[in-house]
């Protein structure tokens, strides 16, 4: 079998005046590894390739990147979900700053994260162990906690392209109706009036790319409509 | 907070439920002229001119003036903020934006009570 032709974005701000992609000839024996397997086999060539990995099992969300287009998980796609007449192609997450070759500044990403609060805020009295919720209040949790904030959604959105600075972008949009939607939390009107601006949350147009891309299966659009609804049901 | 003064209705929210309302507006007098285009295959000037002569029919079709007037405003509102990126283009181009509304809607209203 032939070896996978592989084209990496490269751009060291020290010593390239601009950003270019390199080739590279990697044999995979055949096997169908993960992306992130293929990135270690060409740093064995070239020790100077630049990528962000860590738990290398789709939990710590570090090595998200554009795979042949589509954002998603270095370690956890296999070469057969994103190779086509094997080649493949592999550039930093869309729309932020690079860094260097693969890793990009996530600055604006957290600071949007920060900016809808993602912690649980409650004004009363703490009970003596624990604040209960009923089955049914955790459940309305589930499919909102599980975002591990790798930005494929956030980054593949043209909406953050766009407005990076005021748009929150599907990630912390996410975030912020996991705690809108927290029975403990009593911050709602709060979170709410933060939101109702013509950017944070409406700059979304409902196109869904974050949903096509979350590695997690996650639905940010579904949680961005139910922000809208709470806006409109708070306002009206 | 993020604060903008150019939009519609100064809130993203109210933005939001005007694009939907005149949306239902505008598909509603659609349908309502392609049935009337279609139920009248033989139309002339008298049958077109009868049917503006109503009240209702002008009150209706001030009504989709105006959802256009506000529609069109926040669609393209958005495609500025989102694509002009030089302040003095983006403005200018609102300012070219918002008098093609205003100067379509004056005249949409002078056509319905003119004639």
Same mark, same amino acid.
């Given at each position: 079998?032939?070896?996978?032709?592989?084209?990496?974005?490269?751009?060291?701000?020290?010593?390239?005046?601009?950003? +270019?992609?390199?080739?590279?000839? @990697?044999?995979?024996? *055949?096997?169908?590894?993960?992306?992130?397997?293929?990135?270690?086999?060409?740093?064995?060539?070239?020790?100077?390739?630049?990528?962000?990995?860590?738990?290398?099992?789709?939990?710590?969300?570090?090595?998200?990147?554009?795979?042949?287009?589509?954002?998603?998980?270095?370690?956890?796609?296999?070469?057969?979900?994103? @190779? #086509?007449?094997?080649?493949?192609?592999?550039?930093?997450?869309?729309?932020?700053?690079?860094?260097?070759?693969?890793?990009?500044?996530?600055?604006?990403? +957290? #600071?949007? +994260?920060?900016?809808?609060?993602?912690?649980?805020? !409650?004004?009363?009295?703490?009970?003596?162990?624990?604040?209960?919720?009923?089955?049914?209040?955790?459940?309305?949790?589930?499919?909102?906690?599980?975002?591990?904030?790798?930005?494929?959604?956030?980054?593949?959105?043209?909406?953050?392209?766009? !407005?990076?600075?005021?748009?929150?972008?599907?990630?912390?949009?996410?975030?912020?109706?996991?705690?809108?939607?927290?029975?403990?939390?009593?911050?709602?009107?709060?979170?709410?009036?933060?939101?109702?601006?013509?950017?944070?949350?409406?700059?979304?147009?409902?196109?869904?790319?974050?949903?096509?891309?979350?590695?997690?299966?996650?639905?940010?659009?579904?949680?961005?409509?139910?922000?809208?609804?709470?806006?409109?049901?708070?306002?009206? | 907070?993020?604060? !903008?003064?150019?939009?519609?209705?100064?809130?993203?929210?109210?933005?939001?439920?005007?694009?939907? @309302?005149?949306?239902?507006?505008?598909?509603?007098?659609?349908?309502?002229?392609?049935?009337?285009?279609?139920?009248?295959?033989?139309?002339?000037?008298?049958?077109?001119?009868?049917?503006? !002569?109503?009240?209702?029919?002008?009150?209706?079709?001030?009504?989709?003036?105006?959802?256009?007037?506000?529609?069109?405003?926040?669609?393209?509102?958005?495609?500025?903020?989102?694509?002009? #990126?030089?302040?003095?283009?983006?403005?200018?181009?609102?300012?070219?934006?918002?008098? *093609?509304?205003?100067? +379509?809607?004056?005249? *949409?209203?002078?056509?319905?009570?003119?004639?």
């Amino acid at each position: 079998m032939s070896n996978l032709q592989v084209s990496v974005y490269r751009y060291n701000p020290e010593t390239d005046s601009a950003p +270019y992609m390199q080739e590279f000839q @990697v044999d995979t024996k *055949g096997r169908d590894v993960m992306v992130l397997d293929v990135l270690h086999l060409m740093k064995e060539q070239d020790s100077g390739l630049a990528f962000r990995r860590s738990c290398r099992e789709g939990v710590c969300g570090s090595d998200g990147m554009n795979m042949n287009g589509k954002n998603g998980l270095a370690c956890i796609t296999p070469l057969s979900d994103v @190779v #086509k007449n094997n080649k493949l192609t592999l550039r930093p997450l869309p729309g932020l700053p690079v860094i260097r070759d693969m890793v990009v500044d996530m600055g604006l990403f +957290y #600071k949007q +994260y920060e900016r809808i609060q993602p912690y649980l805020q !409650n004004d009363t009295p703490a009970p003596a162990i624990e604040r209960l919720q009923s089955p049914e209040e955790r459940d309305k949790l589930d499919g909102l906690y599980e975002c591990i904030l790798c930005a494929c959604c956030s980054t593949s959105c043209p909406s953050f392209w766009w !407005n990076p600075e005021k748009f929150v972008g599907p990630a912390g949009l996410l975030q912020s109706y996991r705690f809108l939607a927290d029975s403990r939390d009593t911050a709602t009107s709060e979170r709410l009036s933060n939101l109702e601006d013509p950017f944070s949350v409406f700059r979304c147009r409902g196109i869904m790319n974050c949903v096509a891309v979350c590695p997690k299966g996650l639905n940010p659009t579904r949680a961005i409509g139910k922000i809208r609804e709470m806006l409109l049901a708070d306002a009206t | 907070m993020v604060t !903008n003064i150019t939009s519609f209705g100064r809130s993203g929210l109210s933005d939001w439920l005007m694009q939907r @309302v005149s949306a239902v507006i505008l598909a509603l007098y659609t349908v309502f002229i392609v049935g009337f285009l279609l139920f009248n295959p033989n139309l002339d000037y008298y049958a077109w001119s009868g049917l503006f !002569n109503q009240t209702w029919m002008r009150i209706f079709s001030l009504l989709a003036f105006i959802a256009i007037a506000a529609h069109a405003w926040i669609g393209l509102w958005t495609v500025t903020t989102d694509y002009l #990126k030089s302040t003095c283009l983006r403005m200018g181009a609102q300012a070219v934006i918002i008098l *093609g509304i205003f100067v +379509y809607l004056v005249w *949409g209203i002078q056509i319905l009570w003119g004639a």
